[in-house]
């Protein structure tokens, strides 16, 4: 069964340095998803990237933070520069077309440690 | 925004019992409803969900029904078993939204033996 992956699954970096996670969607889907979750609270959308753009972001998605998609299978999330409240779980998820997003199929997650 | 509030936030239930758990949402706009299961470690798994047009749906123990006067929708697991064990998150949806989800906070489920 296809299934979202992500890596690195736990990344340790320092305040200030820049992170990149990286994730591989489903392959024939053609929505891409950015959310967090921080130790104990919801899961919170970030940023969705669609056509090769971003089609929607939350205000957590500041300009610390960009996406790409810098080749037919990668989704990345870059964090220039990295705060400690950035310490978080960061799920990628994807959706097919359905004439609009369908059903998210989440990655199992990175864990970014920022100390 | 959308709101979604989810209760209740723990939830223990013996081994063949049945399980229920609830959401409500804000914006009367949502028309898609997914609910997830987390297991320790994994990503959030989807397990069912159910678009504004139905009222019930239903996936061998698992069901979900919405109420979208009440702006309501709830989770039920059947005879459960051990593996059902986890934090269940529902979530909410515009679809015109470009598939954005608010979350509502999770219930951890145990089942004991």
């Known amino acids: 069964e296809p299934e979202v992956t992500q890596t690195p699954s736990h990344q340790v970096t320092q305040m200030g340095q820049e992170v990149i996670l990286r994730c591989v969607p489903i392959s024939n889907h053609l929505y891409f998803y950015w959310y967090r979750q921080i130790l104990g609270q919801k899961v919170e959308f970030l940023v969705s990237?669609?056509?090769?753009?971003?089609?929607?972001k939350s205000e957590i998605f500041d300009d610390q933070f960009s996406v790409e998609r810098p080749d037919g299978s990668n989704f990345t999330l870059k964090i220039r520069s990295t705060k400690l409240e950035d310490s978080a779980m960061y799920f990628c998820?994807?959706?097919?077309?359905?004439?609009?997003?369908?059903?998210?199929?989440f990655g199992p997650g990175t864990r970014l440690t920022v100390t | 925004g959308e709101n979604v509030e989810q209760h209740p936030s723990t939830l223990s239930v013996q081994e063949g019992d049945s399980a229920v758990i609830k959401c409500t949402y804000s914006d009367s706009a949502s028309n898609y409803f997914p609910w997830y299961k987390q297991e320790l470690g994994k990503g959030p798994q989807l397990i069912i969900d159910?678009?504004?047009?139905?009222g019930e749906k239903k996936d061998q123990r698992i069901a979900v029904t919405l109420n979208k006067t009440a702006k309501h929708f709830s989770l039920h697991i059947t005879e459960t078993q051990p593996e059902d064990s986890a934090v269940y998150f529902c979530?909410?949806?515009?679809?015109?939204?470009?598939?954005?989800?608010?979350f509502g906070a999770g219930t951890q489920v145990v089942v004991t033996p």
């Open positions: 990237f669609y056509n090769n753009e971003i089609s929607e």
């Open positions: 998820a994807s959706s097919d077309y359905r004439g609009g997003p369908g059903e998210q199929y």
């Open positions: 979530a909410a949806s515009l679809t015109d939204s470009w598939g954005k989800l608010q």
């Open positions: 159910i678009r504004s047009n139905v």
